[in-house]
């Protein structure tokens, strides 16, 4: 078992078990456990790639739908580029680069990161040395957003249900004297799940993440009361479904329970519950990644710069050109969702 491990199983053994929230939320972020309080997760080394560090052309689509959408607001003076979770910084630094030569965007912005792992924060400052950071989003100031949240949603603590006649029992994570178990709750019925009635039988799993609701609805009142969008890109579908943690660790998927704090833990993101809390505020149809890529033109930007490539090199292009856009790989999995003002139009690449 890990040092998190336990200090989990001793927890547990003196309150009681814990929520998968609670759970996810030590796992990920203990301050001296926690897998992004501790490490550098992304690329080949680490135990995870994101769509930035697989090719730069997705955070040059991503920076000039964001422009464009600058630019049919208004060009506002002044405005904030935002992002959440932002990794390395590589998305903002592709996105910085692209929109170079948009007149007046760059005077315009100003960049802020909302980010809480130390470790990740030295990265970040490596890549966008200008950047402003915070640990929450309702620190940033008062100012038309233009904000990336790129599998952001998707690493924040879940809790986790099964239906169970006209009520829910809860998944919570027990122990014994040496390792994590799974139980179950009680079942009762729950205010907050109960939308989910209609559309699901006894046996089913839903998951809720309790932070998303305060984050989106920060973002959606500061769009529609300033101006701005959000472009929300994330692994998940219309409605939460079925158990769908996943524990990642070297590339490949491991129990969720057995090494605390040396595996990344997701939830697959629930892109409704999303727009249940938008209001005023708009959202647009929720679309695959591969369709919103294609629609900003990554392949003619493909064949750009395939142009000026060869051999390994020209390989890897192309092979991650696929990776970001065919169904069989991220181009379906991954969604994008935009939230803009009630009196403005979705960025390009999404449809109101």
Same mark, same amino acid.
């Given at each position: 078992?890990?040092?998190?491990?336990?200090?989990?199983?001793a927890?547990?053994?003196?309150? =009681?078990?814990?929520?998968?929230?609670?759970?996810?939320?030590?796992?990920?972020?203990?301050?001296?456990? &926690?897998?992004?309080?501790?490490?550098?997760?992304?690329?080949?080394?680490g135990?995870?790639?994101?769509?930035?560090?697989?090719?730069?052309?997705? &955070?040059?689509l991503?920076g000039?739908?964001?422009?464009?959408?600058?630019l049919?607001?208004?060009?506002?003076?002044?405005c904030?580029?935002?992002?959440?979770?932002?990794?390395?910084?590589?998305?903002?630094?592709?996105?910085?680069?692209?929109?170079?030569?948009?007149?007046?965007?760059?005077?315009?912005?100003?960049v802020?990161?909302?980010?809480?792992?130390?470790?990740?924060?030295? #990265?970040?400052? %490596?890549?966008?040395?200008?950047?402003? $950071?915070?640990?929450?989003?309702?620190?940033?100031?008062?100012a038309?957003?233009?904000?990336i949240?790129?599998?952001?949603?998707d690493?924040?603590?879940?809790? %986790?249900?099964?239906?169970?006649? =006209? =009520?829910?029992?809860?998944?919570?994570? &027990? +122990?014994?004297?040496?390792?994590?178990?799974? !139980?179950?709750?009680?079942s009762?019925?729950?205010?907050?799940?109960?939308?989910?009635?209609?559309?699901?039988?006894?046996?089913?799993?839903?998951?809720?993440?309790?932070?998303?609701?305060?984050?989106?609805?920060?973002? *959606?009142?500061?769009?529609? +009361?300033? !101006? /701005?969008?959000a472009?929300?890109?994330?692994?998940?579908d $219309?409605?939460?479904?079925?158990?769908t943690?996943?524990?990642?660790?070297?590339?490949?998927t491991? =129990?969720?329970?057995?090494?605390?704090?040396?595996?990344?833990?997701?939830?697959?993101?629930?892109f409704?519950?999303?727009?249940?809390?938008? *209001?005023?505020?708009?959202f647009?149809?929720?679309?695959?990644? /591969?369709?919103?890529?294609?629609r900003? !033109?990554?392949?003619?930007?493909?064949?750009t710069? #395939?142009?000026?490539?060869?051999?390994?090199?020209?390989?890897?292009?192309?092979?991650?050109?696929r990776?970001?856009?065919?169904?069989?790989?991220?181009g379906?999995?991954?969604?994008?969702?935009?939230?803009?003002?009630?009196?403005?139009?979705?960025?390009?690449g999404?449809?109101?």
């Open positions: 078992m890990t040092a998190l491990g336990d200090l989990l199983i927890r547990i053994a003196r309150t =009681g078990p814990i929520t998968v929230a609670d759970f996810m939320a030590d796992c990920l972020m203990h301050p001296d456990h &926690g897998y992004y309080a501790t490490r550098d997760p992304f690329g080949r080394e135990d995870f790639t994101t769509a930035p560090e697989i090719s730069q052309m997705f &955070g040059e991503i000039l739908s964001l422009a464009q959408s600058w049919d607001q208004g060009a506002p003076v002044r904030l580029l935002v992002e959440l979770g932002p990794g390395r910084g590589t998305l903002m630094a592709d996105v910085l680069r692209a929109t170079r030569a948009v007149p007046g965007f760059h005077a315009a912005l100003e802020h990161f909302v980010e809480t792992s130390p470790v990740l924060r030295e #990265a970040q400052a %490596q890549a966008v040395p200008h950047a402003q $950071w915070h640990e929450h989003v309702d620190a940033l100031p008062d038309p957003l233009f904000l949240a790129n599998e952001f949603f690493a924040l603590p879940v809790r %986790q249900f099964i239906r169970d006649g =006209g =009520g829910w029992r809860e998944r919570m994570v &027990g +122990a014994t004297e040496d390792a994590l178990l799974w !139980g179950l709750s009680a009762a019925p729950l205010a907050l799940l109960a939308h989910r009635i209609a559309d699901t039988k006894d046996g089913d799993f839903v998951e809720i993440c309790p932070a998303l609701p305060s984050i989106v609805r920060t973002v *959606a009142d500061r769009i529609n +009361a300033y !101006g /701005g969008t472009l929300i890109v994330d692994y998940g $219309w409605q939460s479904q079925g158990d943690m996943k524990a990642l660790a070297g590339h490949q491991t =129990g969720p329970l057995s090494a605390p704090g040396e595996a990344d833990l997701t939830a697959h993101v629930d409704a519950e999303i727009t249940r809390h938008c *209001a005023p505020a708009k647009s149809r929720l679309t695959p990644q /591969g369709v919103f890529l294609e900003l !033109g990554i392949t003619q930007r493909a064949q710069l #395939a142009k000026h490539l060869s051999g390994q090199k020209l390989e890897a292009h192309i092979k991650a050109h990776r970001l856009t065919h169904p069989a790989e991220m379906d999995l991954f969604k994008v969702l935009s939230i803009y003002p009630h009196t403005a139009s979705p960025p390009p999404l449809e109101p």
